[in-house]
């Protein structure tokens, strides 16, 4: 990575709390670059993409299903992505339990939950930088130095921290004023399912907090995937499933969900033509911060979803937040 430092702005993650962050600044003036670790954009605003050996392809939103807007800055924001062909509406029927968005509307990427993500960074023109996994943040007199997994470093005037809370001390130093804030925040894991079957859908959507299988969609039923002829499911584990078994490898998780999903559908395993885990070690800030960021020291701030709670719009709301505070001192 060669950049003329010092950059003025360095944000580490793209998420939706990182490109939040990002596309204010750009509407106030102001150039940022985003590092993320990842190979995409978005976080966990994730599509999982699959060639089948006969070349049928699928995806899947194997992390967040569908946003929704409390606040009338996010519903702008899920607006104009609608107006862009990026997202749409997502009717899940009379078939879903629980909280599946509470009346509110259901707004899904289209054609994938990572459209969100990529069409927020379109528009804005951001500049991400990925496979960038950043290993430390450390402050250089009146600049931050990042330093990077591959050895490289950038140095920074101000730098804005979006990564899971949990994951702060491994960048900042477990005695940092900013992990010991974050110490109450709890992000919670959980366990993903991604199977394609050769057979009909029972039903769109269902949550039951009280199965294992907390969360069961089908995600072929939302606009622009089409699913080849398969139905294609996402399901989700409850929180007492996904901390039992939280340590095992994806197979072991997909031997074990699988059974459930089909019993759950009514299908033989047979029917089944793909199946896949994923573990999101960091899924659901179930205890939040309660504030919309931190900014422990000069040119430091650190938001993302933990801040506010478990929802895209919340991590959309600490970006927002710390890029207004960023904008206010001119
Ligand atoms: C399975 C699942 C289902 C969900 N369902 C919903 C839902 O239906 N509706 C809803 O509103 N919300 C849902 N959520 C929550 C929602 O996805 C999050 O609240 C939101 O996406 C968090 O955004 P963020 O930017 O704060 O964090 P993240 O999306 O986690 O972004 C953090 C980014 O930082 C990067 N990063 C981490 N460490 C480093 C490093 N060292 N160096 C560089 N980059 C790094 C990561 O790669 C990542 O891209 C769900 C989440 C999960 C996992």
């Known amino acids: 990575m060669e950049f ?197 859908a029972p039903f769109t959507a269902a949550r039951d907090n009280a199965q294992d299988l907390a969360w069961i969609a089908q995600d072929n039923s939302k606009s622009g995937r089409a699913g080849n002829g398969l139905t294609t499911w996402v399901a989700q584990t409850s929180l007492p499933f996904s901390l039992q078994h939280l340590e095992k490898s994806s197979d072991e998780i997909c031997a074990l969900m699988l059974p459930l999903l089909c019993r759950r559908l009514g299908l033989a395993a047979n029917d089944i033509v793909f199946s896949a885990a994923h573990r999101w070690r960091y899924a659901r800030a179930d205890v939040p911060l309660g504030v919309a960021f931190l900014h422990p020291t000069a040119g430091l701030y650190i938001g993302g979803d933990w801040c506010l709670g478990p929802r895209i719009e919340a991590a959309w709301d600490s970006g927002a937040a710390i890029a207004a505070a960023i904008l206010a001192l001119g």
């Not at 998420?15 to 670790?37: C, E, N, P, R, W």
């Not at 899947?60 to 996010?74: M, P, S, Y």
């Not at 702008?76 to 990026?86: D, I, K, M």
């Not at 997502?90 to 009346?103: A, F, L, N, S, V």
């Open 4 to 200: 003329a430092t010092p950059l003025p702005i360095v944000i580490l993650g793209a998420g939706v709390a990182g490109l939040s962050a990002a596309s204010a600044l750009v509407q106030g003036g102001q150039a940022s670059v985003i590092f993320d670790k990842g190979r995409g954009v978005g976080g966990r605003v994730a599509t999982r993409r699959v060639s089948l050996p006969d070349g049928t392809q699928l995806q899947f939103d194997h992390g967040a299903q569908f946003a929704t807007a409390k606040g009338a800055g996010f519903a702008a924001v899920l607006g104009a992505l609608q107006t862009a062909g990026l997202a749409a509406q997502w009717q899940t029927g009379g078939d879903t339990g629980g909280d599946t968005g509470g009346g509110r509307s259901q707004v899904i990427g289209a054609p994938a939950m990572s459209s969100l993500a990529r069409g927020i960074a379109q528009a804005a023109g951001l500049q991400i930088v990925q496979n960038a996994a950043a290993k430390s943040v450390r402050q250089e007199g009146a600049l931050w130095c990042i330093g990077f997994a591959d050895g490289s470093s950038v140095q920074a005037e101000r730098v804005i921290l979006t990564v899971p809370a949990p994951q702060l001390a491994g960048l900042l130093g477990p005695d940092h004023d900013a992990v010991r804030a974050a110490a109450s925040v709890q992000v919670q894991p959980c366990l993903t399912l991604m199977a394609a079957a050769r057979a009909p």
